[in-house]
């Protein structure tokens, strides 16, 4: 993730395993500016366009787009973009294209997704903790996931000891829909990683 973005992914699996993921995001405009300096705007990192998208989802045969748009509110520009996926491994593929930051047991009726959403362990300083704290500030990663029978959900941090409560934070831990929302300066600033295990 990077600093000066926020997202909000929903997702819906149904009880075939296909499913829909409805994802907003925000990045802020000066991030998408530093993107496009020297010659580099043919090499966006953060999919804005809906042509950046068609490309990722070309290498992803399960997935497919269903409708994208973009505006700007002056601070950010702001993407709204819906896709649906034929089973379970076409998401993961989406939401970690290297395979290494999650994993997928089970299937539609009886399974666990489990996402990293930082593996912690870095050191920073006073100075740029309150520097990460001020360019993240009104930003959030937000997931919810609707099954098509009861869930769990856990934050847990990467040896797997559940969490403490996290300031700002917002979690729907059990139930048909489960989300959680944590603001992105406490997932970037993790010293001991979080991961969302999300269990059916």
Known sequence: MSSCFGVNADIAIN????????????????????GELDGNERWNTIPVGRAD???????????KLLSFSSKEDGKNILISVKMEFSNLHGL???????GCRSSLT??????RMILTLNE??????????????SICEGYSVRMSVSFPGEGNLTLSDIPGRPL????G??????????SFSIPLYQVLSSRNGIKADFLW
């Open 106 to 111: 089970g299937d539609a009726r009886t399974g």
């Open 15 to 34: 009880s075939n395993g296909s499913g829909t993921i409805a994802l907003e995001y925000c990045i802020n405009n000066s991030l998408h500016t530093l």
């Open 53 to 63: 998208f068609e490309r990722t989802l070309d290498r992803l045969p399960e997935m």
């Open 92 to 98: 993961l593929a989406f939401l970690d294209a290297s």
């Open 169 to 178: 934070s917002e979690i729907l831990s059990r139930g048909k829909k489960v």
């Open 120 to 133: 912690g362990a870095w050191d920073t300083n006073k100075s740029f903790d309150e520097f990460l704290a």
């Open 164 to 167: 403490p409560s996290i300031p």
